[in-house]
């Protein structure tokens, strides 16, 4: 099977996932995980509502991709932490420098799903076909969510890997989901 179907076949799978509307309130087993629903905020207004996740706001400004986050179209962020960020050291450090904008536009497109997706959506898709779902980015890298337990882990490609971690905030445009890792690209 080629990668183009693969990834049509994982974009409708996870297409066909019951969407949570900006006025449901959702509820999961696990509270510190769990979906805060505040449709009144955009993607950008959550991102920005969330102390935790200063350095990607402040990287999402930088590479000038703030107006994808106001718009209209509906997007799930993977939201690297700041600890996250810090994690990378100098790599992290080189990556928010202005000369660098290309490479962290391309990061951050890799973090950026369609559509409003909440973590309780994609572990009912998980558990509906009994393992992996995959989806491709807006990058055009496919990344792929699996469950150890209850925890919810996003795979790239490449092999770099990420695990929910924190509350997910569903916006009237899309969910930002906080991660304990930045997805990087390969090295090469």
């Known amino acids: 099977m080629t990668a183009t ?5 994982a974009a409708i799978a996870l297409a066909s996932l ?57 997007y799930t962020l993977l939201a690297p932490s700041n600890a996250a960020f810090d994690a990378l050291g100098e790599e992290g450090a080189t990556l928010l420098e202005d000369q660098q904008r290309p490479m962290l536009v391309a990061l951050l497109r890799d973090h950026l799903l369609p559509g409003h997706l909440t973590p309780e959506a994609i572990g009912e898709a998980i558990d509906r076909k009994g393992g992996p779902v995959t989806m491709a980015t807006l990058g055009q890298a496919e990344v792929t969510f699996s469950k150890s337990g209850e925890t919810v882990n996003v795979v790239m490609d490449d092999g770099s890997d990420a695990a929910f971690a924190g509350t997910a905030i569903a916006a009237n445009n899309g969910v930002v989901i906080p991660i304990n890792k930045v997805l990087l690209p390969p090295k090469g």
């Open 18 to 74: 019951p969407l949570v509307s900006a006025c449901t309130k959702v509820e999961d087993e696990n509270p510190e995980t769990a979906t805060k629903d505040d449709g009144t905020l955009t993607l950008a207004a959550a991102l920005g509502s969330n102390e935790e996740l200063g350095t990607l706001r402040g990287a999402i400004e930088q590479s000038e991709l703030s107006g994808v986050l106001e718009g209209p179209a509906s």
């Open 5 to 9: 179907w693969k990834t049509g076949l």
